[in-house]
């Protein structure tokens, strides 16, 4: 069980993104993920999001991720 804002971090360097909460809460949420690296990281995101019962949004090489 990791913290959404570790792994967050984590899928950030690995995609070379710039990550953004709509509030400080939603990084405290805990999620159960193996981070692996697949071609795009909305095959990544959109677990996390369905489990978070949050949204995300890209724009450029920034996540902007914010509650339903």
């Not at 984590?10 to 990550?19: F, S, T």
């Not at 805990?30 to 697949?38: G, H, P, Q, W």
């Not at 095959?43 to 369905?50: A, G, Q, S």
Request: aromatic share 10%.
């Amino acid at each position: 069980d990791t913290r959404t804002e570790d792994i967050m971090d984590e899928l950030a360097r690995m995609y070379d993104y710039v990550v953004y909460y709509e509030n400080e809460t939603m990084k405290d949420r805990i999620v159960t993920l193996d981070v692996a690296r697949y071609p795009d990281i909305r095959d990544v995101l959109e677990p996390i999001t369905k489990v978070n019962k949050t949204r995300y949004t890209i724009e450029g090489k920034e996540i902007f991720i914010s509650s339903h």
